[in-house]
């Protein structure tokens, strides 16, 4: 299946609270934390887990057991989170490259 606008699929998910018949549990998962973390991405891991937990829950999806799922909620709030660290220090390297090549510039003696 292929989600042009999943933005717009997960919010008319969300608002009926029941889980499409061509959709699996764990995409259903990945859309929902991303649509959350996309729209608040101040909010804590341990937040967003809890609110993909209930979200889900709320589906009253035939066969779902939180403590079965717990853990894929978790690894792909971890994704979300961890993309965001490697962001963050991608920047202080180059950075600090930068500041590395202007110290370099800074003390190249200068001959007349």
């Known amino acids: 299946m292929y989600i042009l606008?999943?933005?717009?699929y997960i919010r008319s998910v969300l608002a009926s609270?029941?889980?499409?018949?061509?959709?699996?549990?764990?995409?259903?998962?990945?859309?929902?934390?991303?649509?959350?973390?996309?729209?608040?991405?101040?909010?804590?891991?341990?937040?967003l887990v809890?609110?993909?937990?209930?979200?889900?829950?709320?589906?009253?999806i035939y066969g779902y057991q939180e403590y079965k799922w717990i853990r894929k909620i978790?690894?792909?709030?971890?994704?979300?989170?961890?993309?965001e660290k490697d962001k963050k220090s991608n920047k202080k390297e180059e950075i600090n490259e930068k500041d590395k090549q202007l110290r370099e510039l800074k003390y190249v003696p200068i001959y007349q």
């Open 5 to 8: 606008n999943e933005k717009d």
């Open 17 to 47: 609270k029941k889980k499409p018949e061509d959709l699996s549990i764990g995409y259903l998962i990945v859309l929902t934390a991303k649509y959350y973390y996309i729209h608040n991405e101040n909010i804590e891991k341990e937040q």
């Open 50 to 60: 809890k609110i993909v937990t209930n979200k889900i829950s709320d589906m009253m």
């Open 74 to 83: 978790e690894k792909v709030c971890d994704i979300f989170y961890d993309n």
